[in-house]
């Protein structure tokens, strides 16, 4: 059995990066119940507040098992809850993860998803000693690839009609990103 991974607290420039409290409850349900949000999102939108109740639990228990880390991402000029970011599927072994996110559209085109990643990216190449990060994003969802390849992830191939989303069967483009191609941020991101 592999030893608890304590999630992180990250600060950056605009944003802490924390783990989730019974507290964020009803702002993740929000978040993971609009359709909107999670039009490219490999399952349905949340109908019933106990999924996110249950979201933080599988959390702390990613956190005991030494799996990965999910993080609630918050501004800091106000301290509203944004959505998360997360470094799953650790292997210690192959000294690799995989990284997910999730912004509530008010949040978007204003770099936060960027700037949150890179932090927790900086964790993992530091911290975890990873060699290799993988990512997935449907490829309608140009945004995120966008994300993606501002931190440096390079397009490594498509997985054809992997995902049903919202009734339609759609492809996902899988990322990767190497500690020997990883640039971290010039501006500080303190723990």
Not at 10 to 29: I, P, Y
Not at 66 to 77: E, K, M, P
Not at 106 to 125: C, I, K, N, V
Request: net charge negative.
């Amino acid at each position: 059995m592999r030893a608890s991974l304590p999630t992180p607290s990250l600060h950056t420039a605009r944003l802490r990066l924390r783990a989730f409290e019974g507290a964020d409850v009803d702002d993740l349900f929000a978040l993971q119940s609009s359709t909107h949000i999670l039009r490219y999102w490999d399952s349905p939108p949340w109908t019933e507040r106990s999924r996110a109740e249950k979201f933080i639990a599988a959390c702390r228990r990613m956190e005991q098992e030494g799996t990965g880390a999910r993080l609630a991402v918050d501004r800091v000029s106000d301290g509203s809850f944004i959505g998360w970011c997360t470094l799953n599927s650790w292997n210690p072994d192959f000294r690799s993860a995989s990284l997910g996110y999730c912004y509530d559209d008010a949040a978007w085109g204003q770099g936060y998803a960027t700037e949150a990643a890179r932090a927790l990216l900086g964790w993992a190449f530091d911290t975890l000693d990873l060699n290799r990060v993988q990512a997935e994003a449907d490829t309608r969802n140009t945004a995120s690839a966008r994300v993606l390849e501002k931190l440096g992830f390079v397009r490594e191939g498509t997985l054809r009609e992997d995902c049903v989303v919202n009734g339609d069967v759609s492809d996902s483009w899988v990322y990767g990103l190497l500690r020997r191609e990883w640039q971290p941020s010039p501006d500080p991101v303190t723990r």
